[in-house]
C-alpha cells in the first residue's frame, strides 16, 4: 500500500478555493484582523477560478441612475421570485464599492471623456480584465497573514456536532495529505459542470461555458457533512455563440443584436426575454424546424467590427478567431447561437448552499461565498466579492475568539481511503469512461441537451438508479499517483452533486423556468410551488425540505 507523508496545520481562518470569493474574503480578513488566513487552491491561485482567463465587463454593476433595489428587482423577475431578497439587497450594496477597490489595486476600468465609466445597458459597466485574477492574487500574496497552498485538492470538511473545525485534503503536486483546523472555514470553490454531456465531445469536451475544472467540490463536501442545499433544480444553461462556447451578452447587449431564426423573423419577443427564455426560445425555432437560430449582427455598423473582435480577445479569443478564418467580420455575417449542458452555478441562478444573510450555511462556522452559496442569483463578479466581503467580517465578529478544536478521526478515515485509492489495482474502467458515463445518464435522462432540456419522472427514476451504479464503481477506481487520484474525487464530486439535483427536479412538480427546469409531466408553473426547494443529505438519503420565500431583512437559520 502506497503511504503518504502527512502535514497538520492550525489556522484562524481556512478557505477553501482561490477564485474571485476567496481572494476577496482573504483580503477582507487580512485588512479588519490579525487572524491568520490560509488559502487551500486546487490549482494556482495567479490564474485559478472563474475569472482566469479574464473578463471585459462588470455584470453586476449600480450604474447611474439606479439602485441596489433596481438590481434585487431585476435578479427577482429573471429567476421568476424564487430568490432571497436578503441576499441579493447585501450583495447589492457592495457591487460599487468591490468595484472601486478593484480599480485601486490596478483593474483598467473604461471612462468616457468626462472621467465617468463607460457604461453597458442598465447594470453593466466595460473593463479591461484580461489580467483581473493576477491583480487579485497578487494583492493576496502580499498581505502577511495570508498563506496560500496551491495544488492542494480538499476533499472533505472536518465537522463535529454540526461544528466546522477544519477540512482534509492531499496535494496533487506531492505525496503529502493535509490535515487543517481552523476556527471558522469558508467554501469558495464555485460550481458544478460536466455533469451533463457537453456540447462538444471527444478531445474538445472541455470547451465549454464553465470551467471544467469546477466540478462541485464545495457542494459535495458539505452534502455529505450535512449542511443544507437549496434551489439545485434551477439548473444554469448558458445561451452561446455555436462551437466556440463564447458569450453572447457582449453581442446582445454590446450592440443591441437580435435573437432571429433562420427566416430572419426576430423570436426573442415571442418567448420572452429572462435568461431562461431567451435559450427556451432557441431550442423551440430550432424544434419547429426554423433553426438554425442566429443573433443578428449583420445589419449593425461597421465601425462597431474592431470593438467585438478586440471584446473577444479578452475573454473567447477563439470567437475572434473564428471570424478572422471566415474571412467575414461580424457586420457581414450573423452569429449562430445555442444552448450550452446545464451547470449548477450560484453566480447565474439561486442553487447553492442555504445561507444565513451573513453568509453562514447551517453548520456552524462554515460560511458559503460566491459561485456555490445559493440563494443570490445574477451576482457575478462583484456578487462574488461583496459575499466573500461580508462572510469575512461576519467570521471576524462571530469567531475571531474561538478556540481551535481538533478530531483526528476524519483524517485518519481519509487518510486510509487515499492510500487504498493508490494502492489499489482497477484495470476495468478509469474515472474518465465513468464521467462519461454519468454525462450520458444525466444527458439523456434527465434534462440535457439530447432532450431539449426537458425531462419527466419516470427518466429521473432511471437517472437516480444508474447513477447509484455509477457510484458504486467509483468507489473501486484506483490512481497511480496524487494527480491522478484528483480526477477520481472529481468524479465523486460530481455523482454526489447529480444525486442532488435529480432529487431537487424530481421535487418540483411544475416548470417555473423553461428549460432550467423543463418538466414534461408539469409542464406549467404552479403557486403551490412559490417557495424553495431545499435538501439535506442524512443517514445514507436526501431529504427534501420546502421553505417559504423569506421575507425577512435579516435571515437567521430557525431549523
Not at 35 to 57: D, F, M, Y
Not at 273 to 301: A, F, K, W
Not at 329 to 337: A, L, R, T
Request: a negative charge; one cysteine or more.
Amino acid at each position: 500500500m502506497t503511504r503518504l507523508k502527512t502535514q497538520k496545520l492550525m489556522t484562524d481562518v481556512l478557505i477553501v478555493g482561490g477564485g474571485t470569493a476567496g481572494c476577496y474574503a482573504a483580503l477582507t480578513i487580512a485588512r479588519h484582523s490579525k487572524l491568520k488566513v490560509t488559502i487551500a487552491e486546487k490549482a494556482n491561485i495567479k490564474r485559478s477560478g472563474c475569472l482566469a482567463a479574464g473578463v471585459n465587463a462588470i455584470n453586476a454593476y449600480i450604474v447611474d441612475g439606479k439602485t441596489p433595489d433596481f438590481y434585487a428587482d431585476y435578479a427577482t423577475k429573471d429567476a421568476n421570485g424564487i430568490v432571497r431578497r436578503d441576499l441579493l439587497l447585501s450583495a447589492a450594496k457592495l457591487f460599487n464599492s468591490t468595484t472601486a477597490e478593484l480599480e485601486k489595486l490596478g483593474l483598467v476600468i473604461l471612462k468616457d471623456e468626462n472621467g465617468k465609466y463607460v457604461s453597458r445597458g442598465n447594470r453593466n459597466i466595460k473593463i479591461n480584465g484580461e489580467n483581473i485574477k493576477p491583480i487579485l492574487a497578487k494583492a493576496v500574496k502580499a498581505e502577511e497573514n495570508i498563506s496560500i497552498i496551491n495544488n492542494l485538492n480538499i476533499t472533505d470538511l472536518i465537522v463535529k456536532n454540526n461544528r466546522a473545525l477544519g477540512a482534509v485534503g492531499f496535494k496533487t503536486d506531492e505525496n503529502t495529505a493535509y490535515e487543517i483546523y481552523a476556527k471558522a472555514v469558508l467554501i469558495a470553490t464555485g460550481g458544478a459542470s460536466g455533469l451533463y454531456k457537453p456540447n462538444n465531445p471527444g478531445f474538445s469536451r472541455h470547451k465549454m461555458w464553465y470551467p471544467p475544472f469546477n466540478t462541485g467540490a464545495g457542494y459535495a463536501m458539505g452534502i455529505r457533512s450535512g449542511a443544507e442545499m437549496t434551489s439545485f433544480e434551477m439548473r444554469f444553461i448558458a445561451l452561446r455563440c455555436k462551437d466556440t462556447i463564447a458569450p453572447t451578452g457582449t453581442i446582445a447587449q454590446g450592440v443591441g443584436a437580435k435573437q432571429v431564426n433562420s427566416k430572419g423573423d426576430v423570436y426573442e419577443t415571442k418567448y420572452g426575454l429572462t435568461t431562461s427564455e431567451r435559450v427556451y426560445g432557441t431550442v423551440e425555432e430550432n424544434r419547429l424546424g426554423n433553426g438554425p437560430c442566429y443573433l443578428r449582427t449583420s445589419v449593425i455598423d461597421k465601425s462597431k467590427d474592431n470593438d467585438l473582435l478586440k471584446a473577444y480577445l479578452n475573454m473567447a479569443p477563439s470567437q475572434t478567431l473564428k471570424w478572422i478564418e471566415s474571412g467575414k467580420n461580424p457586420s457581414e455575417q450573423d452569429v449562430e447561437i445555442s444552448g450550452t449542458e446545464p451547470y449548477i452555478v450560484g453566480g447565474h441562478t439561486a442553487s447553492g448552499y442555504w445561507v444565513n444573510t451573513n453568509r453562514e450555511t447551517t453548520i456552524n462556522g462554515l460560511y458559503a461565498a460566491g459561485d456555490v452559496a445559493g440563494g443570490c442569483p445574477q451576482k457575478y463578479v462583484t456578487g462574488a466579492f461583496a459575499e466573500g466581503e461580508i462572510a469575512a467580517l461576519d467570521i471576524i465578529r462571530k469567531y475571531a475568539d474561538a478556540e481551535i478544536e481538533t478530531y483526528e478521526e476524519v483524517f485518519e478515515s481519509k487518510l486510509g481511503e487515499y492510500e487504498k485509492i493508490l494502492g489499489g489495482s482497477n484495470e476495468k474502467f478509469t474515472a474518465q469512461s465513468l464521467e462519461e458515463a454519468m454525462q450520458k445518464v444525466m444527458d439523456e435522462y434527465a434534462g440535457g441537451i439530447s432532450t431539449g432540456y426537458s425531462f419527466n419522472e419516470k427518466q429521473l427514476d432511471l437517472a437516480d438508479e444508474k447513477i447509484d451504479k455509477l457510484i458504486t464503481l467509483a468507489d473501486q477506481l484506483s490512481a497511480e499517483d496524487t494527480y491522478e487520484m484528483m480526477y477520481v474525487y472529481e468524479l465523486r464530486e460530481r455523482l454526489v452533486v447529480c444525486k442532488v439535483l435529480i432529487a431537487h427536479l424530481r421535487a418540483r412538480k411544475e416548470t417555473r423556468w423553461h428549460t432550467f427546469n423543463e418538466n414534461l409531466d408539469y409542464p406549467d408553473t404552479d403557486p403551490n410551488y412559490f417557495g424553495y426547494v431545499n435538501s439535506k443529505y442524512e443517514n445514507g438519503k436526501i431529504d427534501i425540505i420546502f421553505r417559504d420565500i423569506v421575507q425577512e431583512a435579516e435571515y437567521e437559520h430557525k431549523n
